[in-house]
């Protein structure tokens, strides 16, 4: 789980700024490659597809020139999530925290009941969902299997995570009875309103309403979300992130993280000030790097709950800030 979710990507940034129309899927001969039909081999001879449903579906699958290039080239750090002034402005804004306050009056009995199953707070709940695809408003326009089949067969920097999430993608639709050719997603094939890939949505789908897990289903996505947190030890009642003060306008005094902590001493002798209480006596340094300043945060260990979902300072402090904007 932890490998595959480093991968995660947050879709929201990439969904509402690119839409797959300046570079569309394009035919390309799949079957000529030796490693497909290695491929293919594999899927009959240890997972029983028919030979024939596997070159069918090959056969007509396309290459996604613009899902290629997001994982050719030099690799930036986070740039598939973007920066944090990015974040601001397509995530973390007026706009964003008046829909999660209406999603979480819509959904509340939905979100009370998840928070009490699974010992979780429904705000960071609504975070999540904000994030990761805008309340279920923007859950992708990729065909999934066009997109994940041109990073499993072209050279990139992830082809062997993506190779294995194909395979998963055959799985995946074949226990849901699904047509494998119809789903659609982010660029990088994760589905539905918390963005799971397909190893993902078979592992931790969840049916929290009773009518069949679904991945696209709101309340589905919901309970999958509270369970993720309460697997991964959230503590209710705990810190999550606070805000700190500190001279001046760019900090490189300590190294900031989400994947090591530091002792609260070593913070405050390093002239950070947390604003609100901070209780545990290590946190997580955390940098959201704006045009003009950093912001200092201290995290948690909730905190890194909501990092093992995407692992990235930016996407925690997203969701946390939502989740504040939602309980005021």
Not at 45 to 54: E, P
Not at 206 to 231: N, Y
Not at 270 to 297: C, M, Q, V
Request: aromatic share 12%; net charge positive.
């Amino acid at each position: 789980m932890k490998t595959l979710t480093q991968f995660l990507l947050i879709v929201l940034l990439t969904l509402h700024l690119f839409a797959n129309d300046d570079r569309p899927p394009v035919t390309y001969d799949y079957l000529a490659k030796k490693e497909v039909q290695q491929f293919i081999n594999i899927m009959v001879n240890k997972y029983h597809f028919k030979h024939s449903y596997i070159t069918s579906v090959l056969k007509d699958t396309k290459l996604d020139r613009d899902t290629l290039a997001r994982y050719t080239g030099k690799f930036k750090k986070n740039s598939t999530i973007g920066t944090w002034e990015r974040f601001k402005l397509h995530v973390v804004n007026p706009e964003t925290f008046a829909e999660a306050k209406a999603f979480k009056k819509e959904h509340y009995k939905t979100l009370k009941r998840a928070a009490h199953i699974y010992k979780v707070d429904m705000d960071y709940i609504v975070g999540f969902l904000g994030v990761e695809s805008h309340f279920g408003n923007y859950m992708g326009d990729y065909n999934v299997l066009d997109a994940l089949a041109t990073l499993a067969f072209h050279p990139n920097r992830m082809k062997k995570l993506f190779k294995s999430e194909l395979k998963y993608l055959f799985l995946f639709a074949r226990e849901k009875h699904y047509d494998i050719t119809k789903l659609e997603g982010s660029f990088a094939g994760a589905m539905g309103c918390v963005q799971q890939l397909p190893s993902i949505a078979r592992k931790f789908n969840h049916d929290f309403d009773g009518d069949g897990a679904s991945v696209w289903d709101i309340e589905d996505c919901i309970g999958s979300i509270a369970k993720f947190m309460h697997k991964n030890g959230w503590r209710n009642g705990k810190v999550v992130a606070v805000p700190t003060h500190f001279k001046g306008t760019r900090f490189k005094r300590l190294k900031t993280t989400h994947r090591r902590t530091i002792s609260t001493k070593s913070i405050l002798r390093a002239g950070i000030k947390p604003l609100k209480p901070f209780n545990e006596s290590k946190a997580y340094l955390l940098k959201t790097r704006n045009n003009t300043h950093d912001d200092i945060w201290m995290g948690g260990k909730n905190f890194r709950v909501l990092t093992r979902y995407n692992n990235a300072t930016t996407y925690g402090i997203a969701i946390h800030l939502i989740a504040q904007q939602v309980k005021n």
